[in-house]
T-cell receptor, first 116, second 114 residues
Framework: GNSVTQMEGPVTLSEEAFLTINCTYT??????LFWYVQYPGEGLQLLLK?????DKGSNKGFEATYRKETTSFHLEKGSVQVSDSAVYFC???????????????FGQGTILTVHP | KAGVTQTPRYLIKTRGQQVTLSCSPI?????VSWYQQTPGQGLQFLFE???????NKGNFPGRFSGRQFSNSRSEMNVSTLELGDSALYLC?????????????FGPGTRLLVL
């Protein structure tokens, strides 16, 4: 079945540092890939997505490129802010026909803390 | 456009009781998915409903059930609660016409089982 593996956390950075959170996946077919962010006490917010190979998703300075050859969707940001402190989840959907309806498969999440 | 809403936001129950959680999707969305989030297991898919029919199901025991109404609102029920059911329960909505659409999440219902 489908699976998503994220880099081990937590990640601690200083403000304005460069961020990379690695995400690799296993899936049949051609899944869509997502990054969601969760702030304390809240639900998940969509950060960005990509639906086919070589697509680049971007939002709020975050970027991720769908790499089918390496089955990866790494999240990057050039200069993090304290307000980026949150838990980040990589997820995939689809790629398995009818069994994919409404189902996201998530990585384990990466806690990011940014210090001033 | 209003987002996904979930009620109640917090619940405390005791073992053996049952609980019903509610989710109202974004207007126009016909698919509602439910997830359980725990520190140990992370985010796990429970089931998905579209047009009042369960279309997909995760690997949870039969104590977990759901339904969807004609206005696309959905409820999730857990019977005979166990301590391990303590979790954040999230619902998400999407248009539902394709298998890989973006899902939009509600704030969740935090359930504590004592």
């Amino acid at each position: 079945g489908n699976s998503v593996t994220q880099m081990e956390g937590p990640v601690t950075l200083s403000e304005e540092a460069f961020l990379t959170i690695n995400c690799t996946y296993t899936a049949t077919g051609y899944p869509s890939l997502f990054w969601y962010v969760q702030y304390p006490g809240e639900g998940l917010q969509l950060l960005l997505k990509a639906t086919k190979a070589d697509d680049k998703g971007s939002n709020k300075g975050f970027e991720a490129t769908y790499r089918k050859e390496t089955t990866s969707f790494h999240l990057e940001k050039g200069s993090v802010q304290v307000s980026d402190s949150a838990v980040y989840f990589c997820a995939l959907s689809g790629g398995a026909g009818g069994t994919s309806y409404g189902k996201l498969t998530f990585g384990q999440g990466t806690i990011l803390t940014v210090h001033p | 456009k209003a987002g996904v809403t979930q009620t109640p936001r917090y619940l405390i129950k005791t073992r053996g009781q049952q609980v019903t959680l509610s989710c109202s999707p974004i207007s126009g969305h016909r698919s509602v998915s439910w997830y359980q989030q725990t520190p140990g297991q992370g985010l796990q898919f429970l089931f998905e409903y579209f047009s009042e029919t369960q279309r997909n199901k995760g690997n949870f025991p039969g104590r977990f059930s759901g339904r969807q109404f004609s206005n696309s609102r959905s409820e999730m029920n857990v019977s005979t609660l166990e301590l391990g059911d303590s979790a954040l329960y999230l619902c998400a909505s999407s248009l539902g016409v394709a298998g890989q659409e973006t899902q939009y999440f509600g704030p969740g219902t935090r359930l504590l089982v004592l």
